[in-house]
């Protein structure tokens, strides 16, 4: 029980998340999570103004299964298998937040000073939150997959189109982190 | 039967994510510092084993559950829309520190401010579908 309360090592962490691309193609579906923002907007009607998003979302009913599914499955995780023990990250990493103005790095899994009550409480704390969001839900359907789709299942089935976009990631997050976490923060 | 079968696949894909802190906004910062081998190996393996399974599959014409042939399309050929789209999503990824998946299983962990992210990303979503055809794929 105690190895299943502590955080999971990577190479016990990565064959597990494998197992779920597996288990979905064995059930006849594929790995895809981002697929989900585009079924919810069909959902929500925007079918009736741009084809894009007109299409059947009863047959994407598995996928939303498996977004609840992963709702529970993070509040299982933190309620019954967690011990609270501190994220493992660099020294370095520690210090380059602390540069930056994030205190607690590795507390918790999330920084308050992005996600807590407090950064809701500044117009600057509700930009970041919305420009991040904005930014993967259009960069994923643009890219047409996020990291399951094309790092995981892509890379997997050895899609050419899938390393390009992998690689658009990187250079995505280096600019991000390299270059603009500097001015952001 | 099948919503039960998804919904397990989904709380596994979450307990996962958590207990892997592939979750964590700080695992995605250090990825992106190369300063840990963390989400390189996660990442790794689940790619070096996807590559082997897929390729024993395809060998085998292994059958879904259902008995259905099992295939996985091709992504279309192009460059432009998988390295600009990439290049947005992976600033997008750096900054929410989560992706599409995450997002969810986030929530599930009780962080509600989630929702401003996924509310964000589907209104980005519905953004793309309105600009879809004014973009160089």
């Known amino acids: ?185 | 039967m099948k919503f039960i079968r998804f919904l397990s696949v989904g709380i596994f894909f979450g307990i996962v994510l958590v207990k892997s802190q592939a979750v964590s906004w700080y695992r995605i910062y250090e990825m992106f510092k190369f300063q840990s081998i963390h989400m390189y190996g996660i990442i790794g393996t689940a790619v070096i084993l996807g590559i082997v399974f897929l390729f024993f599959l395809k060998k085998r014409r292994m059958k879904s559950v259902d008995g259905h042939e099992i295939s996985l399309p091709d992504k279309e050929r192009s460059i432009y829309r998988y390295l600009l789209g990439g290049t947005i999503f992976g600033a997008g990824w750096a900054l929410a520190g989560a992706c599409p998946g995450p997002m969810y299983v986030l929530l599930g962990t009780g962080t509600l401010s989630m929702l401003i992210v996924i509310f964000a990303a589907l209104a980005g979503t519905l953004l793309y579908g309105m600009m879809k055809d004014y973009l160089p794929h």
């Open chain 1, 1 to 185: 029980m105690e190895i299943i309360l502590k955080p999971w090592p990577w190479y016990v962490s990565g064959p597990l998340i494998s197992l779920v691309m597996f288990s979905l193609v064995y059930f006849g579906k594929t790995f895809g999570m981002s697929s989900n923002l585009r079924t919810l907007c069909s959902i929500a009607g925007a079918g009736r103004y741009l084809p894009f998003f007109n299409f059947d979302w009863r047959q994407q009913r598995w996928n939303l299964t498996v977004v609840l599914g992963a709702v529970i499955g993070g509040f299982i995780a933190v309620t019954f298998l967690s011990d609270g023990s501190a994220i493992a990250l660099n020294p370095h990493t520690v210090e380059d937040l602390e540069t930056l103005g994030f205190m607690d790095a590795g507390k918790s899994l999330l920084p308050a000073e992005m996600f807590g009550p407090e950064a809701l409480g500044t117009i600057k704390g509700w930009f970041l939150l919305l420009v991040a969001g904005l930014l993967v839900g259009f960069g994923t359907r643009y890219a047409g997959g996020c990291t399951s789709g094309h790092a995981i299942t892509g890379l997997s089935n050895l899609q050419f189109p899938s390393l390009l976009a992998v690689i658009g990631f990187f250079a995505g997050g280096l600019l991000m982190i390299h270059l603009l976490f500097p001015i952001i923060f």
